[in-house]
Nanobody, 128 residues
Framework: QVQLVESGGGSVQAGGSLRLSCTASKTSDHIPCMAWFRQAPGKEREGVATINTDLGTTDYADSVKGRFTISQDNEKNTVQLQMNRTKPEDSAIYYC?????????????????????WGQGTQVTVSS
């Protein structure tokens, strides 16, 4: 089973930047699709950004377009989420997700059930 480990969460003032990282371990297989979700208290977990590393394509939730960037690290099975111009409403636990095999870009609007593997999450707090 794939193990996903997130890092890079923390606190930042509104307008600042954070960079989250997610590494998949316990597998030597390439994982073509990875994503970031987030869940704020009392709210459902929502997709933030997805990537298909084979196709080089990405998708974002409307709420983060132009501010967040998902990218693949040179290290195998590692993706980052660069969060710029953060807002208080970005505060949430951020989760990494993965899917393999995967032959297309999974839209960020697709729900959790599309993603079989999950990390434990990392807290992001944006203060005003």
């Amino acid at each position: 089973q794939v193990q996903l480990v997130e890092s890079g969460g923390g606190s930042v003032q509104a307008g600042g930047s954070l960079r989250l990282s997610c590494t998949a371990s316990k597998t030597s297989d390439h994982i073509p699709c990875m994503a970031w979700f987030r869940q704020a208290p009392g709210k459902e977990r929502e997709g933030v950004a997805t990537i298909n590393t084979d196709l080089g394509t990405t998708d974002y939730a409307d709420s983060v377009k132009g501010r967040f960037t998902i990218s693949q690290d040179n290290e195998k099975n590692t993706v980052q989420l660069q969060m710029n111009r953060t807002k208080p409403e970005d505060s949430a636990i951020y989760y990494c997700a993965a899917r393999s095999p995967c032959y297309a870009l999974i839209p960020a609007t697709k729900p959790m059930v599309w993603w079989p593997d999950w990390g434990q999450g990392t807290q992001v707090t944006v203060s005003s």
